[in-house]
């Protein structure tokens, strides 16, 4: 009887799109609004690696290409970063996650709760080195999968 129970529930985490698996909604598609950046620094070419893709899909399963207690994360077909396309996402609580996205060197942390269907927090870029902490408004607001987000006025600022 247990053990019908453990299955149905390992069964129910592994759902496509079932945001009630905890902080993960596996298989669920995003698009990245992200706010401005305060304070507002030019950082040249470095910029590019404070961009998301402008939408991901989550994985449908732990592992793979990264921890095992992680879920990868892939733009979509035409939503990818000038250079971050891939990214990990991590369950801190029943409703909140980080979601990563970075080189191994730099890159930006969203570090996000539930809020309806979507997801709202803060962006953080991070570097190898030292540099003026940053911080941004993100939305991830769930999307259909396998097209970019579009519509709406452009998900970056």
């Given at each position: 009887?247990?053990?019908?129970?453990?299955?149905?529930?390992?069964?129910?985490?592994?759902?496509?799109?079932?945001?009630?698996?905890?902080?993960?909604?596996?298989?669920?598609?995003?698009?990245?609004?992200?706010?401005?950046?305060?304070?507002?620094?030019?950082?040249?070419g470095d910029s590019i690696y404070t961009?998301?893709?402008?939408?991901?899909?989550?994985?449908?399963?732990?592992?793979?290409?990264?921890?095992?207690?992680?879920?990868?994360?892939?733009?979509?077909?035409?939503?990818?970063?000038?250079?971050?396309?891939?990214?990990?996402?991590?369950?801190?609580?029943?409703?909140?996650?980080?979601?990563?996205?970075?080189?191994?060197?730099?890159?930006?942390?969203?570090?996000?709760?539930r809020y309806g269907?979507?997801?709202?927090?803060?962006?953080?870029?991070?570097?190898?080195?030292?540099?003026?902490?940053?911080?941004?408004?993100?939305?991830?607001?769930?999307?259909?999968?396998?097209?970019?987000?579009?519509?709406?006025?452009?998900?970056?600022?």
């Amino acid at each position: 009887m247990h053990l019908g129970i453990l299955l149905l529930s390992a069964l129910r985490l592994a759902t496509p799109g079932d945001s009630g698996a905890g902080a993960v909604p596996v298989g669920a598609c995003f698009a990245v609004h992200l706010g401005s950046w305060v304070p507002a620094r030019a950082w040249g070419g470095d910029s590019i690696y404070t961009m998301p893709p402008r939408g991901f899909r989550v994985a449908t399963r732990r592992g793979g290409t990264v921890r095992a207690d992680r879920y990868a994360l892939r733009a979509l077909a035409g939503a990818a970063g000038p250079v971050l396309d891939r990214g990990e996402w991590v369950a801190i609580s029943p409703d909140s996650a980080q979601v990563l996205f970075g080189t191994g060197f730099s890159g930006v942390l969203l570090t996000v709760r539930r809020y309806g269907a979507g997801w709202r927090g803060i962006a953080s870029p991070f570097w190898d080195f030292p540099r003026t902490r940053q911080t941004a408004p993100v939305t991830l607001t769930r999307v259909a999968c396998g097209e970019a987000p579009h519509g709406g006025g452009a998900p970056h600022r």
